[in-house]
């Protein structure tokens, strides 16, 4: 009855996500060819300092207040309260997150090289503001097992990212004009999916009586996870300063190969750890359930069924992605001029492993969020991103390498990130006051 819980959990979010996954994928990919390297170039770069913004207001929230709720209500207990204060404190952080974003817009800029990416980071900073309430309302529902509202918000995001992104960068006329309707188009989306949650929510809300919840402990316990999901874009935002200047020393196209990197070949790698999501997310309330009544076992078992269940998807994409690279490529990418497809073949084959590694690491840090351990997760991430740095100083500086020594330092990083997160779920055993049963 639990693993079956779990799966049909499990399957509603994969469903939406394969969904959503399919249209940012196709809006993506088609970007490319409609912005060229350097448009795409810009759209990207400016990813990485708008992710860990949304990370410091929002990654971890919808994880960490799943948890929460979960647990609670295994004791039986009421959530409203956590859920008021959550949004008063999250709407904050995110309203602060965004105001700085566009503080620090002109001074990134110039810190990457290229002062056209102050307006595309003024058009994304909104999206911080809406991203931290979507983020608490999708961890209320998939505390409760209901995960058709975070799933349908996701296909709402994406439809109405693609939905506009196609009609304004077509209208744009310019690479620069066009990655900043790209990215305006983002804060819509998260707009659009704000509503609709918001209103999922008061609807199924009923007159209850408020347990009164301090805003600083709710934030201490949602620290941890939002630390663990920080590190990485925080290292992918030091990626697009230091693998772009490094390339830059022999390379007029540093720009480009970045932004075919990253938006070409990445988001092929990454979508199969987007199709685990559901797994992700499934697994938090599954696992906190099992560890907020002191089962140590069951919970490690609940762990394994998540992993098992996100080999079985990730590992054939793998496979695919290295077998028929060069097919894909050519098929998605075809406006791409020759030797950029032949540079991009290549990098998605050397990539395909993260594929694995990184769908992996996001099961088990979901896990170690659930077993109350968030702080172990965010330890192996930063060791691993760690050697990641390491790595790319040594390996992109040399000519012969260039981005595709990127390419060998991330798959480096997500495979100690894996064996690190694998000890801590399964060899490190938990302190009492991480399982014990809460008291009621």
């Not at 709407?91 to 110039?110: E, F, H, Q, R, T």
């Not at 102050?118 to 999206?127: E, G, I, M, R």
């Not at 590694?357 to 979901?366: F, P, W």
């Not at 740095?389 to 390419?407: E, H, K, N, T």
Request: include cysteine.
């Amino acid at each position: 009855m639990r693993h079956a819980k779990f799966i049909k959990s499990a399957a509603v979010m994969t469903g939406g996500f394969l969904i959503a996954k399919a249209i940012g994928a196709f809006y993506r990919i088609s970007l490319t060819g409609i912005l060229g390297g350097y448009g795409i170039g810009l759209y990207q770069m400016a990813y990485p300092l708008f992710l860990l913004f949304l990370t410091f207001s929002s990654a971890g929230i919808p994880s960490a207040l799943s948890r929460v709720v979960a647990a609670e209500s295994a004791h039986g207990r009421e959530t409203a309260g956590h859920m008021k204060t959550a949004i008063r404190l999250f709407a904050s952080i995110g309203l602060s997150g965004a105001l700085l974003m566009c503080a620090v817009a002109a001074l990134m800029s110039g810190l990457q090289g290229d002062r056209n990416l102050t307006v595309c980071y003024l058009a994304l900073a909104p999206s911080v503001f809406f991203v931290a309430l979507v983020s608490v309302l999708r961890g209320y529902f998939q505390g409760r097992n209901d995960m058709l509202p975070t799933a349908f918000s996701e296909v709402v995001e994406q439809a109405v990212k693609a939905g506009f992104g196609f009609f304004a960068v077509r209208m744009a006329g310019d690479p620069v004009r066009g990655a900043m309707l790209a990215l305006l188009g983002v804060s819509l989306s998260e707009l659009v999916a704000l509503v609709y949650l918001f209103s999922r929510y008061k609807g199924e809300r009923k007159i209850r009586t408020l347990r009164k919840v301090n805003g600083y402990s709710l934030f201490r316990s949602v620290l941890p996870v939002m630390a663990a999901a920080a590190l990485l874009p925080l290292s992918r935002t030091v990626d697009s300063i230091v693998v772009v200047r490094l390339m830059a020393r022999y390379s007029e196209r540093a720009v480009s190969m970045y932004g075919l990197y990253t938006g070409g070949v990445m988001s092929l790698v990454d979508l199969p750890a987007s199709l685990t999501g559901g797994f992700v997310a499934a697994a938090i309330p599954l696992v906190s359930a099992s560890a907020s009544r002191g089962d140590e076992e069951g919970a490690k078992k609940n762990a394994a069924l998540a992993l098992l269940f996100t080999f079985a998807i990730s590992v054939p994409c793998a496979l695919g992605l290295f077998a028929f690279a060069s097919p894909v490529v050519r098929l998605l990418y075809a406006n791409l001029s020759e030797s950029e497809l032949k540079t991009v073949v290549a990098l998605v084959r050397l990539s395909s492993v993260s594929a694995v590694s990184l769908a992996a690491v996001n099961t088990l840090a979901a896990c170690l969020t659930g077993m109350g351990r968030a702080k172990y997760a965010a330890r192996a991430m930063f060791v691993a991103i760690t050697v990641k740095l390491l790595l790319q100083i040594l390996l992109v500086s040399d000519p012969a390498l260039s981005v595709g020594g990127a390419a060998i330092a991330t798959n480096a990083c997500y495979l100690v990130a894996f064996f690190l997160d694998s000890l801590y779920t399964w060899r490190v055993p938990a302190r009492a006051s991480v399982l014990k049963p809460k008291e009621a």
